[in-house]
């Protein structure tokens, strides 16, 4: 069984930066693909970010849904099993409930439906 458990989301002002964690545990293959996910009240689900993990070496290049390219990145620290999203110059349509998934895909999906393992979910609110 696979756990993760997001944090890191607060109130921010827009321009600020936040950073957000998502911590794994348990059985976790060494091919994976791990995404964050946001919803906003009233929206569907949307892919923000990716990367597909082939071995416990290599990481295939991130990808980003356009609406964050430049502003936020994702990252992984393999000793501690936490995956991070970095968010820089946040905007107000930003807010939303941020997630992350794993999935055994080979390449990054966009699509929710491809992830096996959801984390609760962690609110982050940008401000006007």
């Known amino acids: 069984q696979v756990q993760l458990v997001e944090s890191g989301g607060q109130l921010v002002q827009a321009g600020g930066s936040l950073r957000l964690s998502c911590a794994a545990s348990g059985r976790i293959d060494s091919r994976h693909t791990m995404g964050w996910f946001r919803q906003a009240p009233g929206k569907e689900r949307e892919f923000v970010a990716g990367f597909s993990r082939w071995s416990a070496l290599y990481t295939y290049n991130p990808y980003y849904a356009d609406s964050v390219k430049g502003r936020f990145t994702i990252s992984s620290d393999t000793a501690k099993n936490t995956v991070y999203l970095q968010m820089d110059s946040l905007k107000p349509e930003d807010t939303a409930v941020y997630y992350c998934?794993?999935?055994?895909?080979?390449?990054?999906?966009?699509?929710?439906?491809?992830?096996?393992?959801w984390g609760q979910g962690t609110q982050v609110t940008v401000s006007s």
């Open positions: 998934a794993l999935g055994s895909t080979v390449i990054v999906s966009t699509l929710p439906r491809d992830y096996d393992y």
